[in-house]
């Protein structure tokens, strides 16, 4: 499994940015999908995921703000992000559950700036 992650940049307090990531190789059977980040001295946190059925979860910090959303034609996983705060700023990594094995695409950076 090969993933392909796209967006992030640097936006204001306030602002919005969507992530999108793309699996491509062996994806018939990938379960999970979703996104992890690493904000600057932190280690690695779950920022949200989803099933194949469509089941989100999301870390605390950003329920009501950000949205993970799956096609699973692609597969693809993109997570929206709304009212961002400077503590949103990090590298984001999205991920994918394939038979027990975790995959992770390139992280991309978001930067948030007050």
């Known amino acids: 499994v090969q993933l392909q992650a796209s967006g992030g940049g640097s936006v204001q307090a306030g602002e919005s940015l969507r992530l999108s990531c793309a699996a491509s190789g062996s994806i018939f059977g990938i379960n999970d999908m979703g996104w992890y980040r690493q904000l600057p001295g932190k280690q690695r946190e779950l920022v949200a995921s989803?099933?194949?059925?469509?089941?989100?979860t999301y870390a605390d910090s950003v329920k009501d703000r950000f949205t993970i959303s799956r096609d699973n034609a692609g597969p693809t996983v993109d997570l929206q992000m709304n009212r961002l705060k400077p503590e949103d700023t990090g590298v984001y990594y999205c991920y994918a559950h394939w038979l027990g094995d975790d995959f992770w695409g390139q992280g991309t950076q978001v930067t948030v700036s007050s």
């Open positions: 989803i099933t194949f059925a469509g089941i989100s």
